[in-house]
């Protein structure tokens, strides 16, 4: 039996999540930064940039604590232009090399072969795009804990582009695709959106694995019909498990996320995992123009502008392959 949010305060969890609008004019952002590059774990990289915290709520006392802090992978984010140039340099060299081939697979081309080149590159789409064209950002959060000494991350949750748009073209709506990785846990957790005919808000459903008691989860987390925020309800099995609660005013989003199922809000992984997909809110409309762009360029046939990330390749590949 789930419990409603009345119901043994003492067995919920409840976080607070304050992501920045603002993160490299945040007044803590430098000291965070600083703690980062001498903590120990090696995924806050160089391309990463700090752009949120979160709070916890102790259950005994009811005090609050600083527990975590949220970073972002802002080379793929907010490429900036030299980023653009160079993915469009490779992409021109790699295409002038299969035109090339298509003309003579080896050896020196001939006069009247040259010319056939480069009458070729002089038409070709790929010979002809800008570095603005080019579509590649992509969403990368993760979560480190801050609670103790140390800084150690606690998960990552990322966009899976190539899901989301054979969804989209699939369902003619563009439909948000994210891949969770946490600490201590085994499992990748895939959360997509799904198009629900004559319902606007957002629906994510998901399967959660409870490793300590052998049980496979399936939830939802289902946008609020009327909210000021942005309002989310967690549910399993159609009973409530938690919530997201979005604050009223911030420049940033900023909100509450609660989870009240006793097994549920025990499990650190699984509360890691609704955090992390809270900080991913704020980004969701940017990502909704940025992946109808990408499907407007892959109807067009100009699949190469939709560039695909060699982490996203190495997320998508067989783990049984030999």
């Given amino acids: 039996m789930f419990l409603s949010r009345s119901k043994s305060a003492k067995s919920h969890a409840h976080r607070y999540v ?42 005994k006392t009811g005090d ?13 984010w907010n490429p900036d232009g030299e980023q653009q140039s160079g993915i ?13 081939k298509e003309i ?6 001939s006069q009247a072969q040259t010319k ?28 480190f804990k801050t609670g103790t000494q140390r800084i150690n991350w606690a998960g990552t949750i990322e966009e899976v582009v ?3 748009l054979h969804n989209s073209l699939g369902t003619k709506k563009t439909v948000l695709s994210f891949a969770s990785a946490l600490q201590r846990f085994d499992y990748m957790t895939l959360l997509q959106e799904n198009n629900r005919t004559f319902r606007i808000p957002s629906i994510f459903s998901f399967s959660f694995f409870d490793q300590k008691r052998d049980r496979m989860w399936y939830l939802e987390i289902k946008r609020k019909w009327i909210s000021i925020g942005a309002d989310f309800t967690i549910e399993a099995q159609n009973q409530r498990v938690g919530e997201i609660d979005g604050a009223l005013i911030g420049l940033g989003y900023n909100a509450h996320v609660h989870v009240y199922e006793p097994t549920l809000a025990a499990n650190r992984q699984f509360v890691d995992l609704i955090t992390l ?15 109808r762009r990408r499907i407007k360029a892959t109807r067009r046939g100009l699949d190469t502008q939709n560039v695909i990330e060699d982490e996203e390749f190495r997320l998508l590949r067989n783990p049984r392959a030999a």
């Fill in 88 to 100: 469009l340099n490779r992409l021109q060299d790699d295409r002038r090399t299969q035109l090339r």
């Fill in 18 to 59: 304050d992501m920045w609008a603002f993160m490299g004019l945040h007044p803590t952002n430098i000291d965070l930064l600083q703690k980062l590059k001498e903590a120990d774990d090696q995924r806050f990289g160089a391309n990463m940039d700090v752009c949120g915290t979160v709070s916890e709520k102790d259950a």
């Fill in 104 to 109: 003579k697979r080896s050896g020196r081309l």
């Fill in 64 to 76: 609050w604590a600083q527990s975590h802090m949220v970073g972002i992978r802002t080379d793929i």
């Fill in 277 to 291: 997909f809270a900080t991913t809110v704020g980004y969701q409309s940017a990502m909704r123009k940025s992946l």
């Fill in 116 to 143: 056939n080149l480069e009458r070729q590159l002089e038409r070709d789409s790929v010979m002809k795009m800008q570095p603005k064209e080019i579509e590649n950002r992509r969403l990368v959060m993760k979560l």
């Fill in 162 to 164: 190539t899901r989301e």
